[in-house]
C-alpha cells in the first residue's frame, strides 16, 4: 500500500494567502453537527512546509520575522499565493478508477429513459465492464488509473481511495489492485487501495452467490491482505447486488485477515445499517435511502470513541448522472450528528467525474449544505472516511504538507464556479506538482 511519498526539494513557504482554511480542531473525531461548518479560517496567511510535513501555520507577516526562516531565506523555496485561497488537497474517499473504456452505451440507455436496473438486465452496468478489465494487460490497467488520478490532482485532489471492482475473479481483482499501486507508485499524492471483489455477482456466477462469495472471502481477501495489495474490502449491498447475509461473510473474512471494511449501501434500496456496525466500517457510501433507526444507529455508534466512528460517504455525483430527483439527504444526517464525507464516486458507469468541486457545488445545490460543509465533508472527514486524518485532511504542524491553491478571493467561490476548475497550484508532500 502506498499512502505516502518523498519529499523533493528545498523547504517551501507559502504566503500571501487571503483565506487559509487550516480545518484545525482540538476534537479528533470526525466532525459533524455544528462543527462540521468550522473552517478554522486564517487570513493574510502563510504555511512553512519541510520534510514532506507541515512545521508551521499562521500570518504572513510573522512568517517572515521568523528567525529560522530569517535565517535559512535562500535555502527556502517561497510561494507567493498572490491573494488567493488555500486549503488541504481534497481527500476523494470513493472512487472506481481501475477500468479500461468509458459505457457509453448505457449512457445513451439512460438518454432514452432505462433505469440503472433495466441498463443493467439489457447486459450493460457493472458486468458490461468487466471483459475489458480482464482483456487488458496489467501495463495498460495502471496507465488508466493513472490518467485518473492526474485528472483528480489537477482538481486539487491529492488523496484518492481507488477500488478495484471490474474483474470480477481472483486473477482480474489482484490484477486490478496491483495496477492502482503501479499507478500510484507514480503519482505524487497519496493512494489507499479497496478490494472490491463484491461489486455484483459475476455472470458466470449468477444464480450461484454464495459460490462466489466463498472465493471472494477464501481466495481474494486472504491473497490480497498477505500481498498487502489493500487496505480496506468494499462490498455492495443493495438489491440486485449482494445479500446482507454475504454481506456479513465478505465483513467477516476481511476483519479475520486485518483488513478495514467499508460498503456500499441504500443506493437503489433501503438497508439496515445497524448489523454492519458490528464490524467498525470506515464508512457506508451512498445512502440515498436511510431510515430514522439508521441515523440513530449511526450517531450511536460515533459516540464511542473516535477510532470506532463511521463516516456516511455521499456521492451525489452518481444522482447527478443518472439523472435522478432523489439525492441524498445531507441535511438530515448532518443536522442528526451524523459524520459526513463527500466523494465524486469516479467510475464509468454512473460518475465519470474526478472534479471533487463539482460534487462541492451539487452537495450545495441539491443537498443543501453550506460551502464550508461541504469543503470539511471532502477533506477533513473524508480523511477520517479512509481512518488517515492523524496524517491527512487540515492544515497542522506535523500532517503531511498535502495543500491545493484556488484561484480565488473567498472559499465560497470553489462550489460556485460549477464545473470549471479554479484550482491554480496544488502541493504534495512538501513538493509543488
Same mark, same amino acid.
Given at each position: 500500500?502506498?499512502?505516502?511519498?518523498?519529499?523533493?526539494?528545498?523547504?517551501?513557504?507559502? &504566503?500571501?494567502?487571503?483565506?487559509?482554511?487550516?480545518?484545525?480542531?482540538?476534537?479528533?473525531?470526525?466532525?459533524?453537527?455544528?462543527?462540521? %461548518?468550522?473552517?478554522? &479560517?486564517?487570513?493574510?496567511?502563510?504555511?512553512?512546509?519541510?520534510?514532506?510535513?507541515? &512545521?508551521?501555520?499562521?500570518?504572513?507577516?510573522?512568517?517572515?520575522?521568523?528567525?529560522?526562516?530569517?535565517?535559512?531565506?535562500?535555502?527556502?523555496?517561497?510561494?507567493?499565493?498572490?491573494?488567493?485561497?488555500?486549503?488541504?488537497?481534497?481527500?476523494? *474517499?470513493?472512487?472506481?478508477?481501475?477500468?479500461?473504456?468509458?459505457?457509453?452505451?448505457?449512457?445513451?440507455? =439512460?438518454?432514452?429513459?432505462?433505469?440503472?436496473?433495466?441498463? %443493467?438486465?439489457?447486459?450493460?452496468?457493472?458486468?458490461?465492464?468487466?471483459?475489458? &478489465?480482464?482483456?487488458?494487460?496489467?501495463?495498460?490497467?495502471?496507465?488508466?488509473?493513472?490518467? /485518473?488520478?492526474?485528472?483528480?490532482?489537477?482538481?486539487?485532489?491529492?488523496?484518492?481511495?481507488?477500488? *478495484?471492482?471490474?474483474?470480477?475473479?481472483?486473477?482480474?481483482?489482484?490484477? *486490478?489492485?496491483?495496477?492502482?499501486?503501479?499507478?500510484? =507508485?507514480?503519482?505524487?499524492?497519496?493512494?489507499?487501495?479497496?478490494?472490491?471483489?463484491?461489486?455484483?455477482?459475476?455472470?458466470?456466477?449468477?444464480?450461484?452467490?454464495?459460490?462466489?462469495?466463498?472465493?471472494?472471502?477464501?481466495?481474494?481477501?486472504?491473497?490480497?491482505?498477505? =500481498?498487502?495489495?489493500?487496505?480496506?474490502?468494499?462490498?455492495? =449491498?443493495?438489491?440486485?447486488?449482494?445479500?446482507?447475509?454475504?454481506?456479513?461473510?465478505?465483513?467477516?473474512?476481511?476483519?479475520?485477515?486485518?483488513?478495514?471494511?467499508?460498503?456500499?449501501?441504500?443506493?437503489?434500496?433501503?438497508?439496515?445499517?445497524?448489523?454492519?456496525?458490528?464490524?467498525?466500517?470506515? %464508512?457506508?457510501?451512498?445512502?440515498? #435511502?436511510?431510515?430514522?433507526?439508521?441515523?440513530?444507529?449511526?450517531?450511536?455508534?460515533?459516540?464511542? *470513541?473516535?477510532? #470506532?466512528?463511521?463516516?456516511?460517504?455521499?456521492?451525489?455525483?452518481?444522482? #447527478?448522472?443518472?439523472?435522478?430527483?432523489?439525492? $441524498?439527504?445531507?441535511?438530515?444526517?448532518?443536522?442528526?450528528?451524523?459524520?459526513?464525507?463527500?466523494?465524486?464516486?469516479?467510475?464509468?458507469?454512473? %460518475?465519470?467525474? $474526478?472534479?471533487?468541486?463539482?460534487?462541492?457545488?451539487?452537495?450545495?445545490?441539491?443537498?443543501?449544505?453550506?460551502?464550508?460543509?461541504?469543503?470539511?465533508?471532502?477533506?477533513?472527514?473524508?480523511?477520517? /472516511?479512509?481512518?488517515?486524518?492523524?496524517?491527512?485532511?487540515?492544515?497542522?504542524?506535523?500532517?503531511?504538507?498535502?495543500?491545493?491553491?484556488?484561484?480565488?478571493?473567498?472559499?465560497?467561490?470553489?462550489?460556485?464556479?460549477?464545473?470549471?476548475?479554479?484550482?491554480?497550484?496544488?502541493?504534495?508532500?512538501?513538493?509543488?506538482?
Amino acid at each position: 500500500m502506498k499512502t505516502r511519498k518523498k519529499a523533493h526539494g528545498a523547504a517551501l513557504l507559502l &504566503v500571501d494567502i487571503r483565506q487559509l482554511l487550516t480545518l484545525h480542531s482540538q476534537n479528533p473525531a470526525p466532525r459533524r453537527g455544528r462543527t462540521l %461548518s468550522d473552517l478554522a &479560517v486564517i487570513e493574510n496567511a502563510a504555511v512553512l512546509c519541510a520534510g514532506g510535513t507541515i &512545521v508551521s501555520v499562521g500570518k504572513t507577516k510573522d512568517a517572515l520575522r521568523d528567525p529560522w526562516v530569517r535565517k535559512n531565506r535562500r535555502a527556502i523555496r517561497e510561494i507567493d499565493c498572490g491573494g488567493k485561497v488555500v486549503l488541504p488537497g481534497f481527500v476523494d *474517499s470513493h472512487t472506481h478508477p481501475a477500468f479500461t473504456t468509458p459505457r457509453l452505451l448505457d449512457f445513451e440507455q =439512460r438518454i432514452a429513459g432505462a433505469t440503472y436496473e433495466q441498463v %443493467s438486465e439489457a447486459g450493460g452496468g457493472i458486468r458490461s465492464s468487466v471483459d475489458g &478489465v480482464r482483456k487488458a494487460a496489467r501495463t495498460a490497467l495502471a496507465g488508466h488509473v493513472l490518467s /485518473a488520478l492526474n485528472a483528480m490532482l489537477a482538481q486539487g485532489t491529492t488523496t484518492v481511495e481507488a477500488k *478495484s471492482g471490474y474483474g470480477l475473479s481472483l486473477e482480474s481483482e489482484l490484477k *486490478s489492485l496491483e495496477a492502482i499501486g503501479d499507478a500510484a =507508485r507514480l503519482w505524487p499524492g497519496s493512494v489507499v487501495p479497496t478490494l472490491l471483489g463484491a461489486h455484483v455477482v459475476p455472470r458466470e456466477y449468477e444464480g450461484r452467490e454464495e459460490k462466489y462469495v466463498r472465493i471472494v472471502c477464501k481466495e481474494m481477501i486472504p491473497r490480497a491482505a498477505e =500481498r498487502k495489495l489493500a487496505r480496506f474490502v468494499d462490498v455492495f =449491498r443493495d438489491r440486485g447486488a449482494y445479500s446482507p447475509e454475504s454481506a456479513e461473510h465478505i465483513f467477516f473474512a476481511a476483519r479475520e485477515h486485518g483488513m478495514g471494511v467499508r460498503a456500499h449501501l441504500g443506493q437503489l434500496s433501503h438497508t439496515d445499517v445497524a448489523p454492519f456496525l458490528k464490524y467498525d466500517p470506515a %464508512s457506508l457510501d451512498h445512502l440515498d #435511502y436511510i431510515s430514522d433507526e439508521d441515523i440513530a444507529a449511526l450517531v450511536a455508534q460515533s459516540s464511542i *470513541s473516535p477510532a #470506532y466512528q463511521t463516516v456516511a460517504t455521499l456521492v451525489p455525483g452518481a444522482n #447527478y448522472f443518472l439523472g435522478l430527483e432523489r439525492f $441524498p439527504d445531507a441535511r438530515r444526517l448532518v443536522d442528526s450528528g451524523v459524520p459526513v464525507a463527500l466523494a465524486t464516486d469516479y467510475n464509468p458507469g454512473t %460518475s465519470p467525474t $474526478p472534479n471533487i468541486p463539482f460534487v462541492l457545488s451539487l452537495a450545495c445545490t441539491h443537498m443543501k449544505m453550506t460551502a464550508a460543509e461541504a469543503i470539511a465533508a471532502a477533506t477533513i472527514n473524508g480523511a477520517h /472516511a479512509l481512518r488517515l486524518a492523524e496524517r491527512k485532511g487540515s492544515v497542522e504542524p506535523g500532517k503531511d504538507a498535502d495543500l491545493a491553491v484556488f484561484d480565488v478571493s473567498d472559499y465560497r467561490e470553489i462550489p460556485y464556479w460549477v464545473a470549471g476548475n479554479r484550482c491554480h497550484a496544488v502541493i504534495c508532500a512538501g513538493a509543488e506538482t
